[in-house]
T-cell receptor, first 114, second 113 residues
Framework: AQTVTQSQPEMSVQEAETVTLSCTYD???????LFWYKQPPSRQMILVIR??????QNATENRFSVNFQKAAKSFSLKISDSQLGDTAMYFC???????????FGKGTKLTVNP | DAGVTQSPTHLIKTRGQQVTLRCSPK?????VSWYQQALGQGPQFIFQ???????QRGNFPDRFSGHQFPNYSSELNVNALLLGDSALYLC????????????FGPGTRLTVL
């Protein structure tokens, strides 16, 4: 079974600084996707960024970027110029092959302080 | 363009009752997945519907069942409710027959007393 480990239950960062959230996963699939979702206190799950496993280039979405290390099965999220609105739970979620079933980690609670 | 919608927002039931949750996918999407998120945990996959059939199922008992309609909307039914079924139930939709990114609805918070 696919497993996802987010080793940082909680993190905090000052506004405008940079923070990196870690994620490792285990999969036997060769073709899959990796996602980071954020869940603010409203509990709406919001897509942050997506990475295709077959692509070597790391995905970037404005202030959000990933460091994808396929051989190490590592998928970290870097948030630059942190904003108060970034305060949320962040979940790493690889999909299980082409079937698209998402397997979520336990999440990292990020707090951005003013 | 409307996103994924779910109803109701909140629901309170007692043990042994049955409940039906509803989900309308994002426009243009044909695949619906359901997840259960207990307090303090990440979501867990329940099942996925495509072309009105259950395509994949997670580790949930048969008390959890679903349906997809021709317009791609979906229902999640839970029979014989247990206290442990209290959770946030998330619906996610995706396009391209299951090859796209999943977008989530706001969820239905179910409380079982």
């Amino acid at each position: 079974a696919q497993t996802v480990t987010q080793s940082q239950p909680e993190m905090s960062v000052q506004e405008a600084e940079t923070v990196t959230l870690s994620c490792t996963y285990d999969t036997s699939e060769n073709n899959y996707y990796l996602f980071w979702y954020k869940q603010p206190p409203s509990r709406q799950m919001i897509l942050v960024i997506r990475q295709e496993a077959y692509k070597q280039q790391n995905a970037t979405e404005n202030r959000f970027s990933v460091n994808f290390q396929k051989a190490a099965k590592s998928f970290s999220l870097k948030i630059s110029d942190s904003q108060l609105g970034d305060t949320a739970m962040y979940f790493c979620a690889p999909s299980q092959g082409g079937s698209e079933k998402l397997v979520f980690g336990k999440g990292t609670k990020l707090t951005v302080n003013p | 363009d409307a996103g994924v919608t779910q109803s109701p927002t909140h629901l309170i039931k007692t043990r042994g009752q049955q409940v039906t949750l509803r989900c309308s996918p994002k426009s243009g999407h044909d695949t619906v997945s359901w997840y259960q998120q207990a307090l303090g945990q990440g979501p867990q996959f329940i099942f996925q519907y495509y072309e009105e059939e259950e395509r994949q199922r997670g580790n949930f008992p048969d008390r959890f069942s679903g349906h997809q309609f021709p317009n791609y909307s979906s229902e999640l039914n839970v029979n014989a409710l247990l206290l442990g079924d209290s959770a946030l139930y998330l619906c996610a939709s995706s396009g391209h027959g299951g090859a796209g990114t999943q977008y989530f609805g706001p969820g239905t918070r179910l409380t079982v007393l």
